[in-house]
């Protein structure tokens, strides 16, 4: 075969491989035609899904059914030695989750001793976050208002200022005449004299 055959051979569209041939146009697929495909793909990836987790059940109960009984034993130990690590490790992820989300929370959470930490792992071996979440927000508030009286027996509180204004002090109330004694007291001028706060 000479050069020239080859280039001609290579120069014109396969209708095979999904090329249109010179003289007609390609329409483009429809948004339903696209659905439809992304569908199929969707349906068949799920099958395949399936079908590997049916495998690899399979494969693993071959595996047991052929174990000896020292080796079913070794499977055995290191499952449990697998599932206490797990729960140890669980049990510190649980607390510094707790620890967290308490403070992101605003609230104070109660001794370690008094929590069972246990309570709150999946079958995993892994923090349950909701029910954490659940625990956390369970604990009360603290209160913003002081817990015992303030200033008890520590004489008159508050900004003397704002009683004063306005306000007539005991000096000026004794050069008053009792007629004006009569109308400052209507007026709300001898108010603050009268609870005692000046």
């Known amino acids: 075969m000479d050069d020239t055959t080859q280039n001609q051979n290579t120069q014109q569209p396969d209708p095979q491989q999904g090329q249109a041939p010179a003289g007609t146009e390609q329409k483009p697929p429809t948004l339903e035609e696209l659905q439809a495909d992304v569908e199929r793909w969707k349906a068949l990836s799920r099958q395949n899904e399936k079908n590997y987790n049916e495998a690899r059940t399979e494969l693993s109960k071959l595996k ?23 729960s140890e490790v669980g049990s510190r992820l649980v607390e510094a989750e707790l620890r967290v989300q308490a403070a992101t929370a605003g609230v104070t959470l109660p001794p370690a ?13 892994s923090p349950d976050s909701a029910a954490i ?8 508030k603290p209160s913003k208002a002081p817990e015992f009286a303030q200033g008890i ?17 005991r ?10 004694i009569m109308a400052a007291r209507k007026a709300g001028k001898l108010d603050a004299l009268m609870r005692g706060d000046l």
């Open 153 to 169: 027996g520590l004489g008159r509180q508050g900004d003397s200022g704002s009683y004063a204004a306005g306000q007539i002090g």
């Open 113 to 125: 001793e008094f929590l069972n930490v246990q309570r709150f792992l999946t079958a995993d071996g």
């Open 171 to 180: 000096d000026a109330l004794s050069r008053m005449s009792p007629s004006e």
């Open 64 to 86: 047991e059914a052929s174990m000896t009984d020292a080796e079913k034993a070794i499977e055995k130990a290191k499952e449990e030695a697998r599932n206490a690590a797990l």
């Open 133 to 140: 979440q659940t625990f956390v927000s369970s604990l009360p």
